[in-house]
């Protein structure tokens, strides 16, 4: 499957703000998801959670996921990311999440008394749904 | 790839990118640089970079852009001043523009050489 860059048709999928899952793998092999916000900056995708969150420690112990994101106007139209989180960096100041809440909603994100952390995501193959 | 093979496909490749069509231009040069000699792979790659490159910053992936721009300039800098027919100074100086104006906020480059 081709690797970077995505081409227009699948970039113009993930640079909307748009319903996205994410599946991680739990200790026995089983999958986790999750319904997520995502910023894709072209290269990479950014997740953020909450640092209390299961799947953070999942790709802490295995960091192989894989991303769903579903076009919000029609979402058979689908593309699907498999890679790995390449970096977990603390989102102290929580400019991470502010990005994400103000793609997503507009408006900074509301809940500050956590800490979160952000991974970001290497994709190493792709996949579009329907075919173009 | 066959010496004339891959000198057809980087004519191709520069054509495509002279005309814009950078995404196309990337995947011709992107076969080239995979089947080039270990010592021609940097240069390869360099241009590869310069289509992603004026690609990402196109569709307004800034940080895509930048990334790409500083990879272009790292692989073809040992390059310079000429190689293959290219004029890889040329190109180094446009990538250095192109950095500086990514640099102020824009990503509205001026077309690669």
């Known amino acids: ?132 | 790839m066959a010496p004339l093979a891959a000198r057809v496909s980087l004519e191709a490749g520069l054509d495509l990118i002279r005309r814009g069509e950078y995404f196309a231009a990337h995947e011709v040069l992107e076969d080239v640089w995979r089947a080039a000699e270990p010592a021609e792979r940097d240069f390869y790659q360099g241009l590869v970079h310069v289509a992603v490159a004026w690609y990402q910053a196109g569709r307004g992936n800034r940080v895509g852009a930048e990334r790409q721009l500083e990879k272009a300039a790292r692989r073809l800098g040992p390059y310079a001043p000429e190689h293959e027919g290219v004029d890889v100074a040329s190109i180094l100086e446009q990538l250095a523009a192109a950095q500086a104006i990514v640099e102020l906020g824009s990503l509205e480059l001026p077309p690669p050489p």
């Open chain 1, 1 to 132: 499957m081709p690797r970077l860059p995505l081409p227009p048709e699948v970039d113009d999928l993930l640079r909307k703000p748009n319903p996205a899952v994410v599946a991680t793998l739990r200790p026995d092999g089983s999958p986790h998801t999750v319904a997520t916000w995502y910023l894709w900056d072209g290269e990479r995708l950014l997740l953020n959670m909450d640092e209390s969150r299961a799947r953070l420690e999942f790709v802490r112990r295995d960091p192989r996921v894989s991303v769903t994101v579903l076009d919000a106007e029609s979402w058979y139209r689908q593309v699907t990311l498999l890679g790995q989180v390449a970096e977990l960096v603390d989102d102290d100041d929580l400019a991470d999440i502010d990005r994400l809440s103000l793609h997503y909603g507009g408006e900074p994100f509301g809940h500050r008394e956590n800490r979160r952390v952000s991974a970001w995501v290497e994709v190493e193959s792709w996949h579009l749904w329907p075919r173009e």
